[in-house]
């Protein structure tokens, strides 16, 4: 198991940045993958940017060129750097653990809401 906790939400203005956090409970290095989600009100839940243990990302076509996922494995954490914020970028963003290798479990933090006003 791994538990999940975000932080780095907020309001901010169409045009500025945040930086979201995610600290797993256990070591990054050995989970396959973590990502951000989020979920607008209406709308189902879409993945935004995923990290692979081996370090290779993947973004989602409406984030690419403004977002930035990371990690730092000494900190156990994952972040993502959101510049150029949009207002349809408003949404409760969730950090998600993707754990195993034949069976694959996933595990997700609480969300952190982001609100961009225009």
């Known amino acids: 198991q791994v538990q999940l906790v975000e932080s780095g939400g907020g309001l901010v203005q169409a045009g500025g940045s945040l930086r979201l956090s995610c600290v797993a409970s256990?070591?990054?290095?050995?989970?396959?993958?973590m990502g951000w989600h989020r979920q607008a009100p209406g709308k189902q839940r879409e993945l935004v940017a995923v990290?692979?243990?081996?370090?290779?990302?993947n973004y989602a076509d409406s984030v690419k060129g403004r977002f930035t996922i990371s990690r730092d494995t000494a900190k156990n954490t994952v972040y993502l750097q959101m510049n150029s914020l949009k207002p349809e970028d408003t949404a409760v963003y969730y950090c998600?653990?993707?754990?195993?290798?034949?069976?694959?479990?996933?595990?997700w933090g609480q969300g952190t809401q982001v609100t961009v006003s225009s």
């Open positions: 998600k653990a993707r754990v195993g290798v034949a069976i694959l479990n996933d595990y």
């Open positions: 256990r070591a990054i290095s050995s989970i396959a993958a």
């Open positions: 990290i692979t243990s081996g370090g290779n990302t």
